[in-house]
DNA sequence: CGGGTTACCTGACGGC
DNA sequence: TGCCGTCAGGTAACCC
């Protein structure tokens, strides 16, 4: 589901429902594994910790205890939510209790998601953030010269670069097609034939296309809801994702679609080169 | 090495 | 109505 502003907008969303004072009274596991196995100590490492902050890096979401850090990655379907008594769902894999009697939800169908323990110091070096690259928002680490040097000596399609996440983090298939469309870029576009001003305007519009979503609070595509439940409304600004064979907001043209690496593709053929 | 393909899982949707 | 094929916002393990 969820690319870096539904991310941001779930994580923002938790801060408010939690709270300055939550504390994890009781962590209940409904099933041993998502996409990886739970480590069967996270219950008992995370009882009875304050919840210090939730803090978001690239897709993942880390709610921050003296002994330990929860990691969480929501997959494509993944959802916080509270969760009042009675209201358990099929898929709810993991409730967090909290001290004051409330309880939180984790839910996700497909089980792409991820539930790991990080030990205090160990981040930088957990498997699944050690590798990641620059935040798209950090306009020092994520530059025109920054992607230029991703760029060079490969032959790679535009597109897949930046939703590699060891490039750039948080840009997904939606606002990958977004950006570029903003951008004037062609997704198949080989990395190596684009100049640097192109780059750079390139590393703009995914700042403005991200920052953008988050201010609609991310988009609502099938069942994606904010931790408070309410809905984004960052699709309706959609120009490209989703409406291939529909007229260009931009030019008129017929919009195309393809598959490329492994991932629907929507382009403008008039706007984007 | 890099890039394309496949797998992981369930649910929603369209066609018949 | 219901069955079947297809597709989905992500990531990682494969294979050439």
Known sequence: MPELP??????VGLVHLLGANAVIARVQLTRADLRLPIPPRLPARLRGQPIRAV???AKYLLFETPAATLLCHLGMTGTWRLAPPGDERAHDHCYLHLGDGRRLAFRDPRRFGLLDLIEPGA???????????PEPLD???????????????????????????????????????????RAGIRPSRRVGTLSRPRLAGLVEAIRVVLAEAILAGGSTISDFRQAGGASGYFQSAFRVYDRAGQPCLACGTTLRGRVLGGRSTVWCPRCQS
Do not use: W
């Open 139 to 181: 306009h020092d680490a994520f530059s025109a010269a920054y992607l230029a040097a991703r760029c060079a000596g490969r032959r790679t399609a535009i597109k897949p670069l930046i939703m590699d996440q060891g490039v750039v983090v948080g840009v997904g298939n939606i606002y990958a097609a977004e950006a570029l469309h």
């Open 55 to 57: 803090r978001r890096r």
């Open 6 to 11: 539904e991310v941001e907008t779930v994580r």
């Open 123 to 133: 981040e930088a070096r957990h498997p699944a953030l050690a590798g990641l690259g």
